[in-house]
């Protein structure tokens, strides 16, 4: 069982930066790849990043490329999500996740993810 606890949250302004935190129980974390999705109020959970198990393999969702950075420390069982360049719509809780094995394009499935964490707010006010 892979415990998830995400940190970094808060309420930042439009145009500004964050950067969000999930650290793992798990001794064998670099064995999983690792996903960030948000869910905005009314809307379905949707993809934001993924990493493969060393970090050698991205994926992002349009909406956040070239904004998002997704990176990991495996010898600290975290990974990280900088965001910079807020908008008002990135206003979300945001999960990280933890997939077994890496899914290539397929990362943007939910459902490839065996871990989830409780959340993080994350407010951009306009």
């Known amino acids: 069982q892979v415990q998830l606890v995400e940190s970094g949250g808060g309420l930042v302004q439009a145009g500004g930066s964050l950067r969000l935190s999930c650290a793992a129980s798990e001794r064998t974390f670099s064995n999983y790849a690792m996903g960030w999705f948000r869910q905005a109020p009314g809307k379905e959970r949707e993809f934001v990043a993924a990493i493969s198990w060393s970090g050698g393999l991205t994926l992002y969702a349009d909406s956040v490329k070239g904004r998002f950075t997704i990176s990991r420390d495996n010898a600290k069982n975290t990974v990280y999500l900088q965001m910079n360049s807020l908008k008002p719509e990135d206003t979300a809780v945001y999960y990280c996740?933890?997939?077994?094995?890496?899914?290539?394009?397929?990362?943007?499935?939910?459902?490839?993810?065996?871990?989830w964490g409780q959340g993080t707010q994350v407010t951009v006010s306009s």
């Open positions: 996740a933890a997939a077994a094995r890496w899914f290539g394009s397929s990362m943007f499935i939910s459902a490839k993810y065996d871990y």
